[in-house]
């Protein structure tokens, strides 16, 4: 068991599971950093991995396929930053209804598209670019390979950058923290609010675009969880794209612990429970010590 868990597979595995819950997460520091809970993360991942497979599927590019995924996670947080800018309405209201929703106009479509309420046709994954120096490890170099992965890896580091070390990133933690401050020095507060939903959607899309391309196929229900896994990985993380990331990776490491230990002498339930018992833990520890950006939440009524 040891020399599964320290082995460069079970490494590639961890990384694997991480990849959406990455970029989910990082959706969620843009949208909160803008002072808007992103409760809808988990409907956005939905809808964003059946429009990967429907473009995929009618299309037979991935790259359609990605670009559809997107659109899909935008339309999304596009209706969320309406409900939750323009008309004020409860953002933890707005974002559980649009997971809602997600679930039962996925599973619609679904049926009237490919005729089954459970699973869409395969779709084709992403071409990979090749690695001849571990080729021996076939899997490995085939999910390192992987541009999404790439991909991930270079958004976390320019999230970082952009947060934290430009003018954009300056304004949107502005409006997170003090919209007020930021109104009177002349930033709209809504458009940069908007900005960071929409930007979150796109993300969040690319997380849903992730789960269709390695599942090679649209399931119902397949975002299981991890918009909200990835809230968690946000808070753990203190609201910073280099923090969430490494807090995706530690729960991806639980995940991978509870594959690696199906079929041992623990009992299944037991198994099943390790991811979900750790994102408690982690909360538990970290929770009291993270602080959300000052106006996290909190609708702005500009004064007259």
């Not at 947080?77 to 409900?83: K, S, T």
């Not at 459970?118 to 899997?139: K, M, T, V, W």
């Amino acid at each position: 068991m040891i020399g599964q868990i320290f082995s460069l597979a079970f490494l590639a595995q961890t990384i694997r599971i991480s990849v959406p819950y990455a970029l989910a997460s990082l959706g969620g520091v843009y949208s909160e950093r803008g002072g808007v809970v992103n409760i809808a993360l988990e409907g956005i991942i939905l809808n964003g991995a059946f429009c990967t497979a429907v473009g995929t599927y009618y299309t037979g590019s991935p790259l359609v396929g990605i670009l559809c995924g997107v659109a899909g996670g935008l339309f999304t947080a596009l209706i969320h930053a309406i409900v939750s800018i323009n008309i004020k309405a409860d953002q933890i209201i707005s974002g559980i209804a649009i997971n809602l929703f997600a679930v039962g106009i996925t599973k619609f479509v679904l049926g009237i598209l490919f005729h089954s309420s459970s699973n869409s046709a395969r779709i084709r994954g992403l071409p990979h670019i090749y690695l001849g120096f571990i080729e021996h490890q076939r899997d490995v170099a085939h999910l390192l390979g992987n541009p999404m992965v790439l991909g991930t890896i270079a958004i976390v580091i320019a999230s970082q950058v952009i947060l934290f070390k430009t003018r954009f990133g300056l304004r949107l933690r502005s409006v997170g923290e003090n919209p007020e401050a930021a109104d009177t020095v002349g930033i709209s507060v809504n458009r940069y609010r908007y900005y960071g939903v929409l930007i979150s959607g796109a993300l969040a899309g690319l997380a849903g675009a992730w789960l269709a391309f390695d599942q090679h196929s649209f399931t119902d229900g397949m975002s299981a969880g991890r918009g909200y896994i990835a809230l968690a990985a946000m808070i753990v993380g203190k609201w910073n794209p280099l923090g969430a990331a490494a807090a995706c990776l530690l729960f991806g490491l639980a995940e991978s612990l509870q594959i690696q230990s199906q079929g041992g002498a623990l009992p299944t339930q037991f198994i099943q429970m390790i991811p979900y018992v750790a994102t408690i833990v982690v909360l538990a520890g970290f929770i009291g010590k993270a602080v959300a950006p000052g106006a996290d939440g909190v609708p702005y009524e500009k004064e007259k």
